[in-house]
C-alpha cells in the first residue's frame, strides 16, 4: 500500500523514498515484534519464571517486513503502474468476462453432476466416502446458505449476524418432529422451511426500524437467544447432549440400510454405505439448483428489484409507493427459508445435532462466503464457499507440506492462519468480493455489467 | 372556492419540539395547474412537501386531495368526522393524505415527489429505476411474486407493458440511450430528469417536485420547464414545485404561494406575487414595505 505512493503514476523506482519507507517499516515491526517475539517466558525447574530472550529470530522477523515492503515498493507497485498505463480505459475484466460467465455456469453444473462418479472412478469405494462427504455434501451445504443470507444480506442490504439461527431452526424442527411423529424426510422439508420462514418474520418484524449496526447486533442476539434456548429448553432439546438417532432419508421409501428391502439388496448390490453418501449429495445439489433457481426469478421479479431498491435507499422506495416493511419481511422470510431447507438436510445428513453446530462461528462463515463472494453474485458465492469450505478441508490433507517443514509439522494447525491470510489477501486485492460487477435485472439493448462503485452495500 | 381544487392544505401546522416550522398554512391546488411554493431558505417548503407526501405526521391540520370531479369535497367534513383514510365513490375518491403512511400516499391517493437532493437507485440501471417505480402494478400482475416465480404469462405480458412504458419516458427525457446503463453515472442534469421520469411511472395526479431546477444550467433549465408544461398537459398531472429559481417559476407556474417562517404571506398569480412588497421584503429579509424602499434608494435601485 506505502509503496503506490513511492511512484504512483510514473512507474519509475524511487530507491531513496522505497529504503526511507523499508525504514519505517523496519522500526514499526521490531517496536511491534520485541514484546511479542523477542521475549518469552519459562518455567523453569523450580517453578519460577524466567525470561529469555530469542533475538535471532525477532532479526528474522524484522528482515521478512524489510524485504516484503522493498519487493512492494520497488517491484509491485511500479508493475502495477505500468500495468494500469498501458490499458488505461477498457479494463480487462470487460473483455474476459463475457467468455468466461457463458461457459462457466454450464461447465460447473455438468461438474458438479459428474463430481461423485468421477471421484467413484478415482478414489474407489473407499476413498471416495470422503471425497464426497466432506467436500461436496459439506461445500453445497454452505452454498446453499450462502444463497439464502444473499438475498438478505446481498440483496436486500440488511446485514444478519444471526443467520446461523434459522439454520437451527430448520435442523431441530425436522428431528424432533422426525423423531416424535415419524413424519418422512420430503414431508418435514418444507415444513422446516415454513418454520423457518415464521422465525423470520418473528425475527423481522422488532428489527424493522433498524438499520446498519443496530439492526447487525440485535440479529447477533437473535442468534444467540436461539443457541441458548436449545441448550437450556433441555425437556424438549436435550440441551448439550443433542439430538441423536435422526431418521434418515430414504430414496423414495426404500432405506439405505443392510435389511432385505433395503437399497443394495433391492437392487441387487453389495451393501455399502456410500449409496447413501451419494444419494445425500445428489439431494442437497437439487436442492442448491432450486435455491439458485428461484433466486434468480425473484431477482427478475418486482420483489426482487424492490429488495435491490430498498438496499440503494429506502426512502425512494417509500415516495415510489413500495411497501418497506412488506419488502424487508420476505426478504428475511425467504432467507430464513432457504436456512431452513439446509437444516433440516443437515440434521438428516448427520443423524446427530447439537447447538455447538449452531455457534456464532457459523454466521461469521456464512456471511463472509457471502461478503467474499461478491453482494449479491450467485457465481460468486458459490466459489467463495468452495474456496472457504473446500481450502480449510483441503488444508488437512497437506501432508505434502510435511517434506518441506520436516515431519514435526502439522498443517492442520496452521489452517486457520493460512485461512486468514488468505481472506484479507483476498479482500485487499478485490474489496468488493470476487464478482464485484452487478447484473441488472433485465436491459433494454445490452446488458452491461454495474460497476460496483455504484452499487451502495446497504446499512 | 372556484375552480376545481386537486389538493386542499387546511391550518397545516407542523412543530419539531419547541420549532414551528410551518404554522397554520392553508393553501389550495387547483387541478391541472402548476402552483408553485416558494420562500426565503428555511421557511418550511420541504416541510409542507414532507406533509404532503407521508414523510412527517402533521402537528395539526387537514390534506385532502380528490381525484374524479369536483363533486366528491361534498364528503369532505364526513369522512373528517368519521376518521376514515379515504372514501370512494362512482365518481371519484377522497383522501385525507395527513392520516396515511407515506408508501400508501403514492400507491392510492397517486401523489409522487422528487427530492431536493437526488435519490436515484444509483447502482441500478435507469430502466430499472423506471421498473421499480411500477412496483405495484407489477406486483399485482406476478400473482405477489407467485405466478412470476412459476413463470406466467401474464406476468412476462405486465413487464413487457412496463418496460414499454419505461422506454415512453425514456424517450420523453431524451435518455433511451442510456437506458442500460447505471443512473449513477449519469450526470447531475440528467439525474434530475430522470428522477422525475420514475415519479411520473407510479401514474401520479399530483406530481411534487422538490427544487428540480437546482444546480441546472440555464439550458437544462429550460428543458425542464418544458418538460414540466408536457407533464402537465399531455399526461393530466398537476404540480406543486418548490422552487428557487424565479425564471423557472414565474415562467411555469399558474399560481404561487408565498411562505415566510412557517406561515403563508402571499398566494396569487405569478405577476401579483412579483410585485408584492411583502415578499419582496421577506426575499430581503426586512420587516416591512417601508423598508424595502429604503434599501432600494441604497442600492440605487
Not at chain 1, 431452526?169 to 416424535?180: E, I, P, Q
Not at chain 2, 401523489?111 to 429505476?129: D, K, P, S
Amino acid at each position: 500500500m506505502a509503496g503506490s505512493t513511492a511512484a504512483p503514476e510514473t512507474g519509475d523506482i524511487d530507491i531513496v523514498g522505497s529504503l526511507k519507507h523499508a525504514v519505517v517499516t523496519a522500526l514499526i515491526a521490531f517496536g511491534l515484534f520485541l514484546p511479542l517475539i523477542g521475549f518469552k517466558t519459562t518455567q523453569d525447574i523450580h517453578n519460577e519464571l524466567v525470561l529469555e530472550t530469542r533475538f535471532p529470530l525477532l532479526l528474522i522477523f524484522v528482515a521478512l517486513a524489510v524485504a516484503g515492503s522493498l519487493v512492494m515498493s520497488l517491484i509491485i507497485a511500479p508493475w502495477r503502474a505500468r500495468r494500469l498505463r498501458r490499458r488505461p480505459a477498457t479494463s480487462e475484466e470487460s473483455r474476459i468476462s463475457p467468455a468466461i460467465a457463458r461457459w462457466f455456469a454450464p461447465f460447473a453444473l455438468g461438474f458438479v453432476i459428474v463430481y461423485p462418479v468421477l471421484v467413484l472412478v478415482i478414489g474407489g469405494f473407499q476413498g471416495a466416502v470422503k471425497w464426497i462427504d466432506n467436500f461436496g455434501i459439506q461445500i453445497l451445504i454452505y452454498v446453499m446458505l450462502g444463497f439464502g443470507l444473499n438475498i438478505v444480506v446481498g440483496l436486500a442490504g440488511l446485514l444478519d449476524l444471526g443467520y446461523v439461527a434459522f439454520y437451527a431452526v430448520g435442523s431441530y424442527s425436522y428431528a424432533l418432529l422426525a423423531k416424535t411423529f415419524g413424519l418422512s424426510f420430503y414431508m418435514l422439508l418444507p415444513l422446516a422451511g415454513i418454520l423457518s420462514a415464521f422465525w423470520g418474520i418473528l425475527l423481522g418484524f422488532p428489527v424493522l426500524r433498524l438499520r446498519g449496526d443496530y439492526l447487525a447486533i440485535v440479529t447477533l442476539a437473535f442468534g444467540e437467544i436461539i443457541r441458548l434456548v436449545l441448550i437450556n429448553w433441555v425437556p424438549v432439546t436435550n440441551g448439550y447432549a443433542g439430538i441423536s438417532g435422526i431418521p434418515r432419508p430414504s430414496f423414495f421409501g426404500i432405506p439405505f440400510n443392510t435389511d432385505d428391502n433395503g437399497f443394495a439388496a433391492v437392487f441387487h448390490l453389495e451393501f455399502s454405505p456410500i449409496y447413501r453418501t451419494i444419494y445425500l449429495y445428489y439431494l442437497i445439489l437439487a436442492l442448491v439448483l432450486l435455491t439458485a433457481f428461484v433466486t434468480t426469478r425473484l431477482r427478475r421479479l418486482p420483489i426482487g428489484r424492490a429488495w435491490e431498491a430498498l438496499r440503494e435507499d429506502e426512502i425512494a422506495c417509500r415516495s415510489l409507493g413500495i411497501n418497506t416493511t412488506h419488502t424487508k419481511l420476505t426478504a428475511f422470510a425467504l432467507g430464513a427459508m432457504f436456512a431452513g431447507f439446509a437444516g433440516s438436510f443437515f440434521a438428516a445428513r448427520q443423524g446427530f445435532i447439537s447447538p455447538e453446530s449452531f455457534t456464532f462461528l457459523e454466521s461469521a462463515t456464512i456471511l463472509s462466503i457471502v461478503v467474499l463472494g461478491g453482494m449479491g453474485s450467485q457465481i460468486g458465492v458459490a466459489i467463495a464457499a468452495i474456496a472457504m469450505i473446500g481450502g480449510t478441508e483441503i488444508l488437512r490433507e497437506l501432508d505434502v507440506l510435511k517434506t518441506w517443514f520436516g515431519n514435526d509439522f502439522d498443517p492442520t494447525q496452521y489452517r486457520m492462519l493460512v485461512f486468514g491470510l488468505a481472506m484479507v489477501l483476498i479482500m485487499i486485492v478485490r474489496p468488493r468480493g470476487l464478482i464485484a460487477t452487478r447484473a441488472p435485472s433485465l436491459f433494454l439493448t445490452a446488458r452491461k455489467p454495474v460497476s460496483a462503485a455504484l452499487v451502495k452495500e446497504g446499512q | 372556492m372556484t375552480g376545481d381544487p386537486l389538493l386542499r392544505v387546511d391550518h397545516l401546522s407542523m412543530r419539531f419540539g419547541g420549532l414551528v416550522a410551518v404554522n397554520d398554512l392553508s393553501f389550495v391546488a387547483e387541478r391541472g395547474e402548476i402552483t408553485a411554493l416558494i420562500g426565503p431558505n428555511g421557511a418550511g417548503k420541504t416541510t409542507v412537501f414532507n406533509c404532503v407526501t407521508g414523510f412527517y405526521k402533521p402537528t395539526e391540520g387537514r390534506i385532502a386531495l380528490a381525484h374524479g370531479g369536483a363533486r366528491v369535497w361534498e364528503n369532505l367534513t364526513a369522512i373528517t368526522l368519521r376518521g376514515a383514510r379515504y372514501h370512494r365513490r362512482a365518481d371519484g375518491a377522497l383522501f385525507l393524505l395527513e392520516r396515511m403512511p407515506d408508501y400508501l400516499v403514492t400507491q392510492k391517493a397517486k401523489v409522487a415527489r422528487t427530492f431536493q437532493n437526488i435519490r436515484l437507485f444509483a447502482g441500478m440501471t435507469l430502466l430499472e429505476n423506471l421498473l421499480v417505480a411500477q412496483h405495484n402494478p407489477l406486483m399485482i400482475a406476478s400473482g405477489f411474486t407467485l405466478f412470476g416465480v412459476l413463470g406466467a404469462k401474464s406476468y412476462a405480458r405486465a413487464e413487457a407493458a412496463a418496460v414499454e412504458k419505461a422506454r415512453h419516458w425514456l424517450d420523453l427525457i431524451g435518455l433511451i440511450d442510456r437506458a442500460d446503463d447505471p443512473a449513477g453515472a449519469l450526470p447531475y442534469g440528467a439525474q434530475r430528469r430522470l428522477e422525475i421520469a420514475r415519479a411520473m411511472c407510479t401514474d401520479p395526479v399530483l406530481l411534487c417536485l422538490d427544487e428540480p431546477a437546482a444546480g441546472l444550467n440555464p439550458r437544462e433549465s429550460a428543458e425542464l420547464n418544458q418538460l414540466i408544461r408536457a407533464i402537465r398537459t399531455d399526461h393530466a398531472t398537476s404540480v406543486l414545485l418548490i422552487e428557487h429559481d424565479m425564471s423557472v417559476v414565474m415562467e411555469i407556474s399558474d399560481r404561487v404561494v408565498v411562505l415566510d417562517y412557517g406561515s403563508k404571506i402571499a398566494d396569487g398569480t405569478p405577476d401579483a406575487i412579483r410585485n408584492d412588497p411583502k415578499v419582496i421584503a421577506a426575499y430581503l429579509g426586512v420587516a416591512d414595505a417601508d423598508e424595502v424602499e429604503k434599501i432600494k434608494a441604497e442600492v440605487g435601485l
